[in-house]
């Protein structure tokens, strides 16, 4: 089984910013991708950003040129670095991972608890 583990989000001003974490563990061969979600209240989950093993990040049109995705091979981690936070942005955050548990076996989806995020003046 794998586990991802969120850092904690927080409350926050407009126009500042915030870092979250997530680390995967447990029966991991090779991760294909991970990346970040969110839900806002009445909505549905979206994706946020993607980062992809060995291909280029992507990321949601609303959040370009203020949120950057990187990871930690090594350590199995994401991060999502958000700057410029607007009221918009306020959500759940959720940690998304595509592992590979045995060469060549199932790719499995995983997700994180979930972690708030609150934009507010």
């Known amino acids: 089984q794998v586990q991802l583990v969120e850092s904690e989000g927080g409350l926050v001003q407009p126009g500042e910013s915030l870092r979250l974490s997530c680390t995967a563990s447990?029966?991991?061969?090779?991760?294909?991708?991970m990346g970040w979600y969110r839900q806002a209240p009445g909505k549905r989950r979206d994706l946020v950003a993607v980062a992809p093993t060995n291909h280029s990040s992507t990321y949601e049109d609303s959040v370009k040129g203020r949120f950057t995705i990187s990871r930690d091979n090594a350590k199995n981690m994401v991060y999502l670095q958000m700057n410029s936070l607007k009221v918009e942005d306020t959500a759940v955050y959720y940690c998304?991972?595509?592992?590979?548990?045995?060469?060549?076996?199932?790719?499995?989806?995983?997700w994180g608890q979930g972690t708030q995020v609150t934009v507010s003046s």
């Open positions: 998304h991972a595509i592992v590979e548990m045995s060469r060549g076996g199932f790719l499995g989806h995983y």
């Open positions: 447990g029966t991991i061969y090779s991760i294909h991708a």
